[in-house]
């Protein structure tokens, strides 16, 4: 994973180049394809544009809550981390609990899943690698794969959403297909 994410981040960074080529033949110039938006200007808000962002509908969970229940939530809907929140309000984040937490904060320590609570076992607010909405997706790829985490909340005064790896290679991997596409529709003549 970690080969194809050095990959990843190294091909972000060429720009396909379009030439004008012109014809022997009849003279004639064909132009590039419209400008598209490129990696360099995808941010986290395009991601999260693709995803539910309502913190009503948000699969959570809070700091008094126990680990096994939030372990249960996961395992429920197949995620693999979940976002604490502070108790009584639905857009402060108190931290994130994710099954590397419970993995060596639980089962490698020999406690209790049902005896201790999220908050004692949670990454805390204050250690938490975020990212704003603005952020460019490449640059938030980079924090994840150098922080070797898998899950972002993204924070903007308040929490507004949460990004993974999976966002954010599907989104580089729709992007690269999108500029496939297009280069195969003006190679076809399909622009005119």
């Known amino acids: 994973m970690k080969a194809f994410v050095r990959g990843l981040l190294a091909r972000a960074h ?6 004008r080529k012109v014809s022997a033949g009849f003279g004639c110039v064909t132009s590039p394809p419209p400008p598209e938006k490129g990696l360099e200007n995808l941010t986290v808000a395009d991601v999260l544009s693709t995803k539910e962002t309502d913190v009503a509908t948000w699969i959570s969970c809070r700091t008094n ?15 693999g981390s979940l976002v604490v929140l502070k108790p009584g ?76 790896m999976v966002d954010v290679v599907r989104a580089i ?3 690269q297909n999108g500029e496939l596409k297009r280069l195969n529709q003006f190679i076809k003549g399909d622009y005119y």
């Open 14 to 19: 060429e720009v396909p180049k379009i030439q």
């Open 65 to 79: 809550d126990t680990v096994f229940d939030a372990v249960k939530n996961m395992a429920n809907h197949n995620i």
């Open 173 to 175: 991997v729709d992007h």
């Open 89 to 164: 309000d639905q857009h402060y984040i108190a931290g994130i609990v994710t099954e590397r937490d419970y993995m060596k904060k639980i089962i490698w320590a020999g406690r209790s899943s049902k005896l201790t609570k999220v908050g004692e076992v949670m990454t805390d607010e204050s250690k938490l690698v975020t990212v704003s909405s603005g952020t460019n997706i490449i640059k938030a790829m980079q924090l994840m794969s150098d922080h070797h985490i898998r899950h972002v909340p993204v924070i903007d005064g308040k929490i507004v959403g949460l990004i993974s």
